[in-house]
């Protein structure tokens, strides 16, 4: 069954906008879209005089092939933060449809629920065996019983940095078959040890995988990401977006990220990520006060304090902002620490340090 019969019933043959960039007509002389004739005096060359493409080719070619899939499966939006919005707003009726996420996760999933109107579902995710684990019975069985539409899964997950096995991927997608969307955010992939979960699609139609230049290929002002899936899910998803997501400049600059220079220097910088992560991480766990340090498959640390407000407090007097996790179900006493450079990490241990020797 194609993951198209998920779609919102009232969706379905819906068209959109149809911009005026969505014609294929050919043409030298373009008066069709009440653009001005002339170039801003800021954009001397003229480089956002017109509307942008939809979906830039090049763009969408170059990330199908960095994310190994065809580009009519792949949806590029402003973010994957858009996509996770789309998928809410294509797929979940207001007042019936539910969205199912693992707690503590990305809070993003639960924003776009409240704005559709849709019910939130939560298997919260088990400490076992010194990390965060899924039970993926759990999950299937609360889908089934609460019409779950959409089950998103973060891997490796923000903010624990655990990562969903690909087994567990695939059982769940099986059993919910015809009956929810399994989408997998895999914002962080690229500094885990287990590959995209993309590589799955083939066999499971109703999976969907994000993916974003946001993390590792450090454009996150750019704001391209993207939802990979079964194209006629794609299609539909385009049709309920804006006219023209993608601005001119960032695609174009998303493009020069990809070209192989740049691809290459970005892999380099997130295998020195990665390489620092468990020197970080054990130097974090022999600081006073630090209760635990959990692995991670992610470019951060989720940590657990004796007195995380103390700990807070000494990284802010020290100049480090650090994300406070303490509102997150479960990690009352945590925070998470992004990895940076050699340096910024230093300065975190020194103001660790520092406030053993204040206590
Ligand atoms: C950062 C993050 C995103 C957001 O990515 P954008 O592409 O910048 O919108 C998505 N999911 C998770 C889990 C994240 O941590």
Known sequence: MSA?????????????YRSARSDTVRG?????????????????????RRYPEPQPEALRAALASLYRCAPEQLLIGRGSDEAIDLLVRALCRPGQDAVLVTPPVFGMYAVSARLQGARLVEVPLEEAGGGFAL?????????????????FLCSPSNPTGGLV???DIEAIARALEGRALVVVDEAYIEYADQPSAVGLLPRLPNLAVLRTLSKAHALAAARIGCVIADPALVAALRACQAPYPVPGPCAALALAALAPDALAATRKRTAEVVAAREPMRTALAARPGVRRVYPSQGNFLLVRFEDAGAALAALLAAGVVVRDQRGAAGLDDALRITLGTEAENARVLAALWAQEVAA
């Open 4 to 16: 198209l019969a998920l779609l919102r019933p009232e969706l379905r043959g819906f068209a959109g």
């Open 28 to 48: 030298e002389v373009w008066l069709n879209a009440n653009e001005s004739a002339w170039a801003n005096a800021a954009d001397p060359a003229g480089r956002c």
């Open 135 to 151: 039970d993926p019975e759990a999950v299937i069985g609360k889908a089934l019983r609460t019409g779950a539409r959409i089950v």
């Open 165 to 167: 096995p690909h087994a």
